[in-house]
């Protein structure tokens, strides 16, 4: 499942995001707000689905049932207190946000495009078979019969729809409303662009943009001979001064509405591209990305505009992203000569607002600080942008810098935000977690509206499960899953290990940790890293203090320099440990002051956070062949098979009373790929502690993937807390159980006495 369209409403502040069908369930409709709030909408099925009311070129047959395929959510849109969309299968419904319910739907032929507009109860929607143009009305939930625009292009150039000098039909690309003038409609066709008026009930003004003989043209191909390249999108000027057309070619056309004649013509990167003898016109032919989509924004003064392109750019272009073309201040139009107003279309600057390297934007939507109207392009103060990978990425407009979604957005989309590298999840107890609240400069949130659900708070229930997610981008979010009771604690946490590591580029987290009674928190990476962090103020907030460190294979590195200076208080960096064995395989934050951390390598160390300090590391492959018969476990080891690298996968703290031993102590237990399963005895050693192997045992030939430690008494867990190592001290004993769980359905339970 994966986002297909975005809409934002500034005035309730709620964000609607569409999504396609796929193996984990059905197309729907998300509407978030503030903190946790959402709602979910499912559109339905295409068999429960009556045939298209409105299919002027169907046949009688068509509208038989047919197997569809999987649908999606191709539009969406914010009308007064009702949401508008429209799916593959060319259904148009309403949804009432106050009671989750459908309000209407209609079942339309293949339908173009849709245009809506906040304070219209009208929502136009453009057929692509006929080219004609319905209007719905969003008031009395029903088509408003007797209104149809037709075919305007085809009344211009062609009674029978077919442009012969080009051999294909004439079809909508596109539908807006002029800002200031609602009764004009600029209707898109693939074959030029035309301003119709509901005042006169016709066509006032017809745009078809032909390229001569020797101009370059967007894309600078077919020099040699005249050109009419297609049409893929057309947008009015905020005033509706002026109208743009963008082309298939790459060209950008704005032209004068009053006279229909071409005020300007250029690409992303080139002016004056329809001129002969131009600068480009011996330019050899440079290949683009289609236009995705292009908002023309404005300023608070809707006469400050600019360009917001998806696509235009070349397909060698190193930097992907964005274009941003910034026009200013509009000239006069009464009182500037021709010549001023086509040199505004050359542009103050152009921006390329980046994205991640191996995607492309598939779509995006502004966030407008205040007012929804001007196609929601007034004023943004974000983008938010989906590529083509699957995932979203917001940016600040115009400067295309990168906006955390931690606390802005609802944490569905933060899973995509960018994609889930690895999960790991904490039981937490709900003090420590109330606690937990972080101190971070952040900006305004986008989404402020929605009211919460009334939601009781689970009684008897002291503990919460706190998920913490790695991300592509290298940051880690921390937050409470929920049980759909009350989160007392919505907020989110978050680290960047790149930061941490001071290396931006290859940072991927490979094993995740957190403790749940301190909050200690270790993050490994593929480069044999590990990362911990501790909770607490940051004595470098509001400045970067970040200062090179000399490499310590082996050892630790204090790199609490390495702080956000935004945060002031959270997850601060504390110690870096450079294993430097392989990928980091398994890391375990004890509550009692130690970090396991395994690798692919087949290394195992053991870190005393009093210290801090590494108190053990050693080779898997040495303490398994050091099979004890006073193992804490009756069994025997074996040997892996020739070639195959054992390594930890499975690490778990226990206070216990092992084999031979007249006393209860702190444990280390440490499955691993093979099956094996070894106990290290940590005790105390003057100031610190020490490590050294107990015994080592096997129980399957599958890896172990869980060992949890277990109280034969009472069956309560046997895990190493403050309470339980407090009572070593008090001489108490613990008769332990270890249960084991390996790579298949089978469970080894085995006594540890």
């Not at 309730?12 to 409709?29: D, R």
């Not at 809506?116 to 136009?124: H, I, N, S, V």
């Not at 934007?361 to 196609?375: K, M, T």
């Not at 403790?515 to 044999?528: Q, V």
């Amino acid at each position: 499942m994966t986002f297909h369209c975005l809409a934002y409403d500034p005035i309730q502040s709620l964000l609607a995001v569409g999504t396609t069908t796929s193996q984990y369930g059905p197309a729907q409709i998300y509407v978030f707000g503030a903190h946790r709030v959402h709602r979910t909408f499912t559109p339905s099925s295409p068999s429960s689905r009556k045939p298209p009311l409105f299919n002027p070129t169907a046949s009688s047959s068509s509208t038989t049932t047919t197997t569809q395929p999987p649908p999606a959510i191709r539009h969406l849109a914010f009308v007064a207190n009702r949401l508008v969309s429209l799916d593959s299968h060319n259904e148009l419904a309403i949804w009432d946000l106050a009671s989750g319910r459908q309000a209407a739907k209609t079942t339309y032929g293949r339908v173009a495009c849709v245009a809506t507009d906040p304070g219209l109860d009208w929502a136009f929607v453009a057929m692509q078979n006929a080219a004609d143009v319905w209007a719905y009305d969003l008031d009395r939930e029903r088509q408003a019969t007797g209104f149809r625009v037709p075919n305007l292009w085809r009344l211009r150039d062609d009674p029978r729809g077919v442009d012969l000098r080009m051999g294909v039909g004439i079809g909508v690309v596109s539908l807006q409303l002029h800002p200031r003038d609602i009764g004009k409609l600029l209707i898109g066709y693939t074959h030029g662009a035309v301003v119709y008026s509901f005042k006169q009930n016709a066509a006032t003004k017809y745009f078809e943009y032909v390229v001569p003989a020797g101009a370059p043209g967007g894309d600078g191909r077919g020099v040699e001979r005249e050109r009419r390249p297609r049409v893929v999108q057309a947008v009015w000027h905020p005033t509706g001064t002026f109208v743009l057309t963008a082309h298939e070619d790459g060209s950008l056309v704005f032209w004068d509405p009053k006279d229909g004649r071409v005020v300007a013509a250029r690409s992303v990167y080139e002016t004056r591209v329809n001129e002969v003898g131009g600068k480009r016109a011996a330019a050899k032919p440079t290949p683009l990305v289609p236009f995705v989509k292009i908002a023309w924004c404005c300023k608070q003064n809707p006469d400050d505009t600019a360009l917001l392109i998806a696509g235009g750019q070349a397909v060698d272009e190193p930097q992907k992203g964005l274009t941003f073309l910034e026009l200013g201040p509009t000239p006069t139009y009464a009182t500037s000569s021709w010549e001023v107003l086509t040199n505004h279309f050359e542009a103050k600057r152009r921006l390329t607002l980046p994205i991640p390297p191996g995607a492309a934007v598939a779509n995006y939507c502004l966030i407008p600080r205040s007012s929804p109207y001007f196609d929601g392009a007034q004023d943004p103060i974000a983008i938010m942008t989906m590529l083509t990978s699957g995932e979203i990425i917001t940016m600040s407009f115009p400067s295309g810098y990168p906006i955390s979604p931690t606390n802005m957005l609802h944490p569905s989309m933060s899973f995509v935000h960018p994609f889930v590298q690895k999960i790991a999840v904490s039981t937490m107890a709900r003090e420590r977690w109330l606690g937990l609240t972080e101190t971070r400069n952040r900006g305004d949130p986008i989404l402020r509206g929605g009211a919460p659900a009334s939601n009781n708070r689970r009684a008897g229930w002291d503990f919460r499960n706190i998920i913490q997610v790695a991300h592509a981008d290298s940051t880690i979010r921390i937050w409470d899953v929920g049980h759909g009771d009350e989160i007392e604690n919505p907020l989110q946490l978050q680290v960047d290990v790149a930061r941490a590591l001071d290396r931006f580029e290859d940072v991927n987290v490979t094993a995740l940790s957190m403790s749940g009674a301190t909050g200690e928190f270790a993050a490994g990476t593929r480069k044999g890293e590990v990362v911990i962090y501790k909770w607490g103020g940051n004595r470098n907030f509001g400045r970067d203090a970040t200062k090179p460190l000399n490499s310590n294979p082996g050892g630790l590195t204090d790199i609490s320099s390495r702080s956000e200076p935004t945060l002031k208080d959270g997850l601060q960096p504390f110690v870096l440990y450079e294993m430097m064995q392989g990928p980091i395989s398994v890391i375990t934050v004890s509550d009692v002051g130690f970090v396991a951390v395994g690798s692919e390598g087949g290394f195992f160390s053991i870190i005393d956070l009093r210290g801090p300090s590494v108190i053990f590391q050693a080779s898997v492959a040495d303490f398994v062949k050091e099979e004890k018969r006073s193992s804490f476990l009756k069994g025997h080891s074996s040997k892996a098979a020739p070639g195959t690298k054992e390594y930890p996968t499975a690490i778990e703290f226990g206070v216990l009373t092992l084999e031979g031993d007249g006393y209860s102590s702190i444990a280390c237990f440490v499955g691993t790929s093979l099956g094996h399963v070894a106990t290290f005895k940590v005790l105390p050693s003057g100031q610190t502690y020490s490590a050294q192997l107990a015994g080592v045992s096997k129980g399957n030939a599958d890896k172990v993937i869980s060992i949890s430690t277990l109280n034969a008494d009472t069956g309560q867990p046997a895990s190493a807390t403050l309470l339980s190592v407090g009572g070593l001290r008090e001489g108490r004993q613990v008769n332990g159980v270890l249960v084991v769980e390996p790579g298949t359905d089978e469970r080894a339970i085995q006594s540890l006495r």
